[in-house]
């Protein structure tokens, strides 16, 4: 996937931009064919279209989304972090590192809290776990405090943004 520019403008999409991202965000596998059925275009102008929302940064990626527990991956923790300096060397040095470590699903950079990082990560079992937090995240230059969280259950867990707010 590309990186988006750091604080890119908002794109107006018009009806058939919105139909055809709606599309690609229930089933990203769809051909171009299937996708030009789908928001009543013929393939070369919807190609054209996706091939645009492309280069515009809008679609930055595709994906293939996996059920954790079938792969056996049956824990899912939220960990706050906290770091022990607030410079822009040390939390570089973190985020490179850190966005090596497969089991890291997510990683923010926040606010409002007493933690500077929030991951999302997931792993097998608490066993996988324990390792994962004293042989990876505690030994990471910089961190002073980690406090974690476990998902019991996901009540919404969706990828697709919300194309409501996008100017139209």
Do not use: W
Not at 135 to 148: E, F, N, P
Request: aromatic share 6%.
């Amino acid at each position: 996937m590309s990186t988006p520019p750091r604080n890119p403008r908002p794109h107006t999409l018009d009806r058939t931009d919105r139909r055809i991202l709606e599309a690609l965000q229930q089933d990203a596998g769809l051909s171009n064919q299937e996708l030009a059925e789908r928001v009543g275009l013929s393939p070369s102008p919807c190609l054209r279209r996706v091939r645009a929302l492309e280069e515009a940064g809008i679609i930055i990626g595709r994906v293939a989304l996996l059920d954790p527990k079938r792969l056996g991956l049956e824990l899912t923790a939220l960990i706050h972090i906290g770091m022990d300096r607030h410079t822009p060397e040390r939390f570089a040095a973190f985020e490179e590192r850190v966005t090596t470590y497969p089991e890291v699903q997510h990683c923010f950079l926040i606010t409002g809290q007493t933690a500077d990082y929030l991951l999302q990560v997931v792993v097998p079992d608490m066993d996988a776990y324990q390792d994962f937090l004293l042989r990876r995240i505690t030994r990471l230059d910089g961190v002073s405090s980690v406090h974690s969280s476990f998902v019991l259950r996901r009540v919404v867990d969706r990828t697709a943004l919300p194309l409501s707010y996008v100017p139209g």
